[in-house]
């Protein structure tokens, strides 16, 4: 703007000094840039409360249309936030104060009175008037941007979190922000922008993050509704994204998982209980659409929350190893394929943090684990045991190869129960070299078969033991 104005008074100073060495008025070169003729001076003032007006009214049909059509398609809350934009609000009352500036001054030209400075204030008003639009423009048009709305709205929460205001007129003020973040989310999910809804769902969770964390000191036996509205929020966007936008799923899982897992860091041991409902929910949402690369992502994140209850000696998660195998049978009784199977690494992986970590709760994980495979024959499900007794030779592998042979035995003997043809099979699967990643493009990148060399030798090792002592036997 400042740049504009400079360029155009520049050029006015050179042909008016040009002009009239050129011409060589009679009058005065002073007399020349002050305009000090009646005439002139009411035909400028005329000139731009006029072209002013025009401009203004063009600008504003401009830009309220292109609003207008932005709202429309992400949400009708961009009107309010463009009604309460500084940036608009400065431009409007410049034009309008340049116009009424320029009407009221122009009043009182007369022939015998010229206000000369009335006049150079005027100019000077109506250049910035001018010189405003192309930054106006483009801050409109920048404005517009999704992710320039989301962290408005974002902000908007922010201050009225930090307002310290009535608590709960600011938890009414917060939750209508997140409602309008979470219709852009749904909005863009339903458009299939997905990197504009999964913004959104970033945003939902800094907000309850910062939420938590400003509310540090209280306890809470319920869940907050600021939190709780995050959560539902999250739900919601996920369910309109299975088979859709699965970007967005990933988002709205990992998002799940790190509001537990800062819930737990600052004691707030309420919000990691609703965290599990809503990846539950989740579970459920994506069975019931068959939606199986969400629900392989959804048990990662699953996981590690899980990780960390172990990591941190937290009883809730033993309701998790029920729940991994409770949706694994629900997953395999809907037809959804390749769930048990991921299930049982992320159980195997489970163990092998237990162990890591000393967890007291060890045991009753590995007991959980060794119980999958039953846990399907009961339910009927016994083509998909195979995919878990693999795991048990990974794990059992895990285990020898770290010198823990008292936790590998258990996992061992459920091995030596199998049949000779799946012994056979088995063996074929887990001691044949593969590659650490798996070949294909997958969000986890691991193959779930995977054994060292060292842990291949040692579980061939253990196995033929078993297979010889069975023929001897």
């Known amino acids: 703007m400042v740049t504009i104005t400079a360029v155009a008074l520049a050029l006015w100073v050179i042909t008016t000094v040009l002009d009239y060495w050129t011409f060589a008025p009679p009058d005065s070169f002073q007399s020349v840039l002050l305009l000090g003729y009646a005439d002139t001076a009411k035909y400028i003032f005329t000139a731009i409360g006029q072209s002013l007006a025009a401009v203004l009214g063009i600008t504003m049909m401009v ?49 015998t009175f010229v206000p000369t400075l009335g006049l150079l204030v005027a100019l000077v008003l109506a250049t910035a008037c001018f010189a405003s639009l192309i930054p ?41 922000r997140m409602g309008q973040i979470g219709r852009i989310a749904t909005t863009s999910v339903a458009q299939m922008e997905t990197d504009v ?90 069975i019931n659409e068959k939606d199986s690369l969400s629900i392989y992502h959804l048990l990662h994140q699953y996981r590690l929350l899980a990780e960390t209850l172990v990591s941190q000696c937290d009883d809730r998660v033993l309701e998790v190893l029920f729940y991994f195998k409770y949706y694994a049978l629900t997953a395999q009784q809907a037809g959804v394929r390749f769930i048990v199977d991921t299930v049982a690494y992320d159980l195997n992986m489970l163990c092998q943090k237990a162990c890591e970590c000393g967890s007291p709760v060890q045991e009753q994980v590995m007991e959980s684990f060794l119980d999958m495979d039953s ?60 590659g650490e990643f798996f070949w294909e493009f997958t969000e986890r990148k691991v193959n779930f078969d995977y054994l060292g060399e060292r842990q291949r030798a040692m579980l061939r090792e253990r196995l033929d033991q078993a297979t010889a002592s069975d023929i001897i036997g």
């Open 136 to 176: 106006y423009f483009r801050h409109v048009f920048g404005f517009l941007e999704p992710e320039v709305m989301v962290a408005r709205l974002e902000n908007k929460a922010q201050e009225a979190m930090l307002a310290g205001a009535d608590e709960k007129e600011a938890d009414k003020r917060i939750l209508h």
């Open 197 to 286: 809804a999964v913004n959104a769902v970033l945003s939902l969770e800094r907000l309850c993050r910062h939420h938590l964390e400003f509310r540090a000191g209280v306890v809470d036996s319920q869940v907050h509704p600021v939190e709780m509205e995050a959560l539902a929020l999250l739900n919601r966007v996920y369910g309109l994204a299975l088979n859709r936008a699965r970007d967005v799923t990933y988002a709205a899982a990992g998002s799940g998982r790190n509001i537990a897992e800062a819930a737990l860091k600052l004691g707030r041991g309420e919000i990691p209980r609703a965290s599990l409902m809503l990846l539950n929910t989740m579970l459920r949402a994506g």
């Open 375 to 434: 846990f399907l024959e009961r339910h009927g499900q016994h083509a998909a045991v195979f995919p878990v007794q693999k795991m048990y030779g990974v794990l059992a592998g895990h285990f020898l190869a770290e010198g823990a042979e008292s936790l590998a035995r258990p996992f061992i003997d459920r091995l030596k129960a199998m049949p000779e043809k799946e012994m056979a099979r088995l063996q074929e699967w887990l001691l044949t070299g593969t």
């Open 63 to 111: 830009v309220l249309l292109v609003v207008q059509l932005a709202a429309a398609r992400y949400s009708h809350s961009l009107i309010q936030l463009y009604i309460e934009d500084r940036a608009n609000t400065f431009v409007l009352s410049l034009f309008v104060v340049s116009i009424v500036y320029s009407f009221w001054v122009g009043n009182t030209v007369k022939d």
